[in-house]
């Protein structure tokens, strides 16, 4: 199994930055990629970014592409979120996940970070 734990998150003006970190456990050897979703009050999870634990890929969703960049440290096997001019939006609980095949589903969650943006 491969256990994740998130931190970084916070309160932050419109405009402003923060940078999210996902600290992996365990199974590492197992993991294909790590992403972050998120989900805010009212709605469905949603997919934010995505980076290959090889490091050679990465994917954005359109809402925060330009803004968000997804990066991993494999010696610290920790990810990161980093946040550029954020929006009211972009308030949501974000949750990072990893899965260990490139057609499997996100198995491994961590608890979650609260990100709120005040406008």
């Known amino acids: 199994q491969v256990q994740l734990v998130e931190s970084g998150g916070g309160l932050v003006q419109a405009g402003g930055s923060l940078r999210l970190s996902c600290a992996a456990s365990g199974r590492t050897f197992s993991i294909y990629d790590m992403g972050w979703f998120r989900q805010a009050p009212g709605k469905e999870r949603e997919f934010v970014a995505a980076i290959a634990w090889s490091g050679r890929s990465t994917r954005y969703a359109a809402p925060v592409k330009g803004r968000f960049t997804i990066s991993r440290d494999n010696v610290k096997n920790t990810v990161y979120l980093q946040m550029n001019s954020l929006k009211f939006e972009d308030t949501a609980l974000y949750y990072c996940?990893?899965?260990?095949?490139?057609?499997?589903?996100?198995?491994?969650w961590g608890q979650g970070t609260q990100v709120t943006v005040s406008s």
């Open positions: 996940t990893s899965r260990t095949t490139i057609l499997g589903s996100y198995e491994y």
